[in-house]
């Protein structure tokens, strides 16, 4: 047997999240979002991909725009628009976000306006072996209009599931493994 040939069977296949893997609690009208993930790529081509604001409308399904429109140092202004999809129905969403970066290990971000009432998140990044643990973090507050109300926890991690898979597959394609 060859020797990458055994490589590749001792390597287990990656696990893309699923709605079960993000956990999600609401407190009046506050949904706070969790989900850890690990990824076979190393912690700076993990970081690549989290932060290509500016592409991430061609690798997030849900993600029709997004942009950075200022830049001071590590501190960005990022807006997004897109459609999030509940069974047969659809909601637009747009949101300006400020964000932090502390390189290569943990990511702020700050709703200032967009469709929720209001949204904060922290994904953390640390290396695992070869690879990178992904923590997120996020507090959630909907707009208050009638279809986030209808779906609500069951929605939020389907998305959230969406948007992670299609992250960690574009962090292995860019990295140049199968996935």
């Given amino acids: 047997m060859a020797l990458s040939t055994a490589i590749a069977e001792e390597a287990p296949p990656p696990h893309f999240p699923t709605p079960d893997d993000v ?14 993930m690990t990824t076979a790529v190393p912690p700076a081509s993990a970081w690549r991909v989290l932060t ?13 725009r997004s942009r950075v429109v200022d830049r001071n140092g590590n501190r960005l202004r990022v807006e997004q628009q897109g459609r999030a999809w509940f069974g047969p129905f659809s909601m637009s969403f747009g949101s300006t976000r400020d964000i932090e970066l502390m ?18 998140s922290t994904m953390k990044l640390m290396p695992a072996g070869s690879g990178t643990r992904l923590e997120y ?5 909907p ?5 986030p109300a209808m779906v609500g926890a069951a929605a939020i ?18 990295d140049g493994r199968s996935g």
Wanted: proline share 3%.
């Fill in 23 to 36: 956990r999600v609690t609401r407190s009046g009208d506050t949904f706070r979002i969790e989900i850890d």
């Fill in 137 to 141: 973090r996020a507090e959630l507050v």
């Fill in 103 to 120: 390189p290569i290990q943990e990511i702020r971000a700050r709703q200032i306006s967009g469709t929720a009432k209001g949204m904060s």
């Fill in 52 to 64: 290509d604001f500016d592409g991430m409308a061609s690798f997030i399904p849900n993600v029709e």
């Fill in 143 to 147: 707009d208050g209009s009638i279809l």
């Fill in 157 to 174: 991690r389907h998305e959230t599931a969406e948007q992670f898979s299609a992250i960690l597959r574009e962090m292995l394609r860019r």
